[in-house]
């Protein structure tokens, strides 16, 4: 009995490794332009090895994220999973409002690449291909019918709403 289930364990998890995407950390190039714009413009919160201890840091609720602990409030990808690089860029340009993370509508394309890949170097696992996460698919809502206004009413019920 073991033979077959094992196999398709194996299987199944190389399937897994086969979807996953390439690690994407950039080039030297790209993160040595992204270190220069780190240094002056991120390094007082995040501080100078990305571990979240600027000299802004003691001043700060929530902290500046701990770069090199790889874990990241807003993804696309798996609760666990590293974020992609497209998720690092969106939370930049726009900041973490509420927050001492600012916006940075300044930085192009380019730039934003840059300063994520110099982000990423501080974690290894963004480097290991068995850590790369696709985004999760969300389907799209269930339509509106009879049975799902039920549901809903149920649901008001049980969780109190009115009250
Ligand atoms: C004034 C302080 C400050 C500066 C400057 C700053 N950050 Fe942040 N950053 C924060 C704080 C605080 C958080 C955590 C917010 C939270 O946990 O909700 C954060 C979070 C982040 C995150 C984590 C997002 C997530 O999903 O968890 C990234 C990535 C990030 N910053 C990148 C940058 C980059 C790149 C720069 C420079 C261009 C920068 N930050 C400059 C304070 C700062």
Not at 16 to 25: I, K, M
Not at 41 to 47: L, M, S, V
Not at 139 to 149: G, H, V
């Amino acid at each position: 009995m073991r033979g077959p289930v094992t196999l398709s364990l194996v299987l199944a998890a190389s399937a897994a490794l086969a979807a996953a995407p390439a690690p994407d950390v950039g080039t030297d190039a790209q993160r040595e332009a992204g270190k220069k714009l780190y240094e002056v413009n991120c390094a007082q919160c995040h501080g100078e090895k990305g571990d979240g201890e600027g000299i802004a840091a003691p001043f700060l609720l929530p902290k500046p994220r701990d770069f090199t602990s790889g874990k990241f409030k807003i993804r696309t990808t798996p609760s666990g999973a590293l974020p992609t690089t497209q998720d690092l860029k969106r939370i930049v340009r726009a900041g973490m409002p509420y927050t001492a993370m600012p916006a940075w509508p300044q930085f192009n394309e380019q730039q934003l690449s840059d300063l994520v890949y110099y982000v990423k170097s501080f974690a290894l696992d963004f480097a290991k291909a068995e850590r790369q996460a696709e985004p999760i698919q969300i389907p799209s809502a269930p339509s509106l019918s009879k049975d799902s206004i039920e549901k809903g009413k149920k649901l008001y019920a049980d969780l109190g709403c009115a009250r």
